[in-house]
């Protein structure tokens, strides 16, 4: 798709389908489309922070941001159950649902504090305890293989810093986490997105 093909769709696009790309998917553009990205966001008159958040995306992290972004969001009500009384943290969650021969084991994401997190494995393990053993014979291996992975992940929920999957998950949204600087409740909106994905 030649540039002028691409600023044509971009002038389609609704305001909405502007800022999700800007907050979340520029750092996977070309120079010259994060030109015309920019440019349809002056001519729309759109929030001047959604530019900060596409720069954000395409430059070196420095220390001192990758900190701020942590403080950003470890300092927010838990999205899940909305209490400040824990600093939010991340997780992987291990889920197997099975159906005779067919046996589906999914990972996926959750930022929440530590409690809703716990919860979340705890959730995790009893829906694979009902649903994954049906499946032969991966049934049972992948419900084990889960509640394993579900047991080691639980032991980083409640880590004083930021564990390793907080950290990739503020490296991998920093346009979202830029945005929340003057949009806060775009974070909360995202972050529920992120742990409703399956």
């Not at 609704?14 to 015309?36: Q, T, Y």
């Not at 900190?67 to 300092?75: A, S, T, V």
């Not at 999205?79 to 009384?85: A, E, F, I, L």
Request: with cysteine.
């Amino acid at each position: 798709m030649d540039l002028n093909d691409i600023r044509d769709n971009y002038r389609n696009f609704p305001d909405w389908k502007i800022e999700k790309i800007a907050s979340e998917e520029a750092n996977s553009l070309r120079p010259e489309v994060l030109d015309i990205l920019k440019a349809e966001i002056k001519r729309r008159n759109l929030k001047s922070n959604l530019i900060n958040s596409v720069d954000s995306q395409t430059r070196e992290l420095t220390e001192s941001e990758f900190n701020e972004y942590c403080h950003i969001l470890r300092n927010r009500p838990c999205p899940k159950c909305n209490s400040r009384t824990q600093k939010i943290n991340a997780t992987m969650v291990g889920r197997v649902i099975s159906m005779l021969i067919m046996t589906n084991y999914e990972k996926s994401l959750k930022v929440a504090c530590p409690n809703c997190l716990d919860e979340m494995h705890n959730n995790a393990n009893l829906k694979s305890a009902l649903l994954g053993w049906w499946g032969f014979p991966w049934g049972p291996i992948q419900t084990i293989r889960s509640f394993i992975y579900n047991s080691g992940m639980k032991e980083f929920n409640r880590t004083e810093k930021p564990n390793e999957v907080f950290t990739s998950f503020v490296v991998s949204n920093v346009g979202i986490l830029e945005k929340a600087k003057t949009e806060p409740e775009k974070l909360t909106e995202f972050i529920n997105r992120t742990n409703n994905a399956i």
